[in-house]
């Protein structure tokens, strides 16, 4: 059973950086792309950052590109989503996800909601200004 926990959310000031790491077991972590994607009140989940399961590429928003950083140790089985320069409009829930299928995601999937099966059950992460 594949499990995804989210921690280092926290409450911060604009300006200020957070590191959000996801802890995943049960299957072979390194086989699998990650991603993150974040959820604010009253708004539609959207999509933050990925990760091929190689570590080889990388994928953002554009709201985030240039401000946060996703990476991987897989001998961790760990994501991580380092977050700079954070803004008031990053507060959200923030979760971690993976799709069911190993190695790549197709490059037209990759920011898809429904590429991934699952599911942390996030960190919150509050930006003051």
């Known amino acids: 059973q594949v499990q995804l926990v989210e921690s280092g959310g926290g409450l911060v000031q604009a300006g200020d950086s957070l590191r959000l790491s996801c802890a995943a077991s049960?299957?072979?972590?390194?086989?699998?792309?990650m991603a993150w994607f974040r959820q604010s009140p009253g708004k539609e989940r959207e999509f933050v950052a990925a990760i091929s399961w190689s570590g080889r590429s990388t994928y953002y928003a554009d709201s985030v590109k240039g401000r946060f950083t996703i990476s991987r140790d897989n001998t961790k089985n760990t994501v991580y989503l380092q977050m700079n320069s954070l803004k008031p409009e990053d507060t959200a829930v923030y979760y971690c996800?993976?799709?069911?299928?190993?190695?790549?995601?197709?490059?037209?999937?990759?920011?898809?909601?429904?590429?991934?099966?699952?599911w942390g059950r996030g960190t919150q992460v509050t930006v003051s200004s």
């Open positions: 049960g299957r072979t972590f390194s086989d699998y792309a």
């Open positions: 996800a993976t799709p069911k299928t190993p190695f790549d995601v197709p490059i037209a999937q990759v920011m898809s909601i429904t590429r991934y099966d699952y």
